[in-house]
């Protein structure tokens, strides 16, 4: 039972993470493009900035949760 409620809220973590990914992306990918049409504007570079520390902080997520699974199955064994 409590394997399965931490799996449980591991999974949740990383569908959360994974859209964390996927609003970092889509800001990335925005503010990119309005730098490449020409619109270098500090918002813009910001926006860059605060994107890749999204993208990179919940990919941290997923890997913390990828070790924090390991360890669990380790220890189930």
Excluded at 13 to 39: H, Q, T
Excluded at 55 to 76: C, P, Q, R, W
């Amino acid at each position: 039972m409590a394997i399965q409620a931490v799996t449980t809220s591991q999974s949740t973590a990383f569908e959360k993470a994974k859209e964390g990914m996927d609003r970092g992306s889509r800001k990335l990918n925005n503010a990119a493009a309005k730098i490449a049409s020409g619109d270098i504007s500090p918002n813009n570079i910001v926006e860059l900035a605060c994107a890749e520390t999204m993208y990179s902080a919940n990919a941290k997520v997923i890997h913390t949760e990828d070790e924090m699974l390991g360890t669990l199955l380790d220890v189930k064994r």
